[in-house]
Nanobody, 121 residues
Framework: QVQLVESGGGLVQAGGSLRLSCAAS????????MGWDRQAPGKQRELVAS???????NYADSAKGRFTISRDNTKNAIYLQMNNLTAEDTAVYYC???????????????WGQGTQVTVSS
């Protein structure tokens, strides 16, 4: 059973920083792209950032210049360093990953349970 476990959310003042972590556990063959999405109250879930196993990254415009996604393949983990946070960053942040549980298996998308980030203005 594959699980994505997130940590690092919390309450921070505007202008502050937080670092989110997400680690995959369980039995699997390979992990492809991993990333973070977020969902604010009353809004649709949106991509924040993603990273391929080779290190190629992709950011939403709202995250560029403030957020940095990184990855440790030895730990099956990704991180999201968020700086200069604003109230608009308040949301539940979800980790996701494309995972194969066997050499000839299909890629499956897994999600973490979400971690709340609240930025007070």
């Amino acid at each position: 059973q594959v699980q994505l476990v997130e940590s690092g959310g919390g309450l921070v003042q505007a202008g502050g920083s937080l670092r989110l972590s997400c680690a995959a556990s369980g039995n699997f063959f390979n992990i492809g792209v991993m990333g973070w999405d977020r969902q604010a109250p009353g809004k649709q879930r949106e991509l924040v950032a993603s990273i391929f196993s080779g290190g190629t990254t992709n950011y939403a415009d709202s995250a560029k210049g403030r957020f940095t996604i990184s990855r440790d393949n030895t730990k099956n983990a990704i991180y999201l360093q968020m700086n200069n946070l604003t109230a608009e960053d308040t949301a539940v942040y979800y980790c996701n990953a494309d995972i194969k549980d066997g050499l000839y298996a299909s890629w499956q998308l897994f999600w973490g349970q979400g971690t709340q980030v609240t930025v007070s203005s």
